[in-house]
């Protein structure tokens, strides 16, 4: 089992920046991608960002530029720093990481970041 709890949501102006964090526990030895997720009120889950366990990288399109991903693998913690955020960015964060050996998902519960216009 691997257990994710997400920080760092909160409330910012547009232009703002936050940084999230996600704190793994459990089989981290078995973790291989992380990555984080949104879904805003209505519609799908939609990827943000991944990190391969050896750090390459990937990005949506509408984040590209403004949102970094990355991984402490000595904290067992993930983080999203997102820059120049907008209205749009408004959802809630899940982390997500694939057990290498089961290719089981875990899921952390969210964390809500809101960005006023």
């Known amino acids: 089992q691997v257990q994710l709890v997400e920080y760092g949501g909160g409330l910012v102006q547009a232009g703002g920046s936050l940084t999230l964090s996600c704190a793994a526990s459990?089989?981290?030895?078995?973790?291989?991608?992380m990555g984080w997720y949104r879904q805003a009120p209505g519609k799908q889950r939609e990827l943000v960002a991944r990190?391969?366990?050896?750090?390459?990288?990937n990005y949506a399109d509408s984040v590209k530029g403004r949102f970094t991903i990355s991984r402490d693998n000595t904290e067992n913690t993930l983080y999203l720093q997102m820059n120049s955020l907008k209205p749009e960015d408004t959802a809630v964060y899940y982390c997500?990481?694939?057990?290498?050996?089961?290719?089981?998902?875990?899921w952390g519960r969210g964390t809500q970041v809101t960005v006023s216009s």
């Open positions: 997500n990481a694939d057990d290498r050996q089961t290719k089981f998902i875990y």
């Open positions: 459990g089989i981290i030895f078995r973790i291989n991608a």
């Open positions: 990190i391969a366990s050896g750090g390459s990288t």
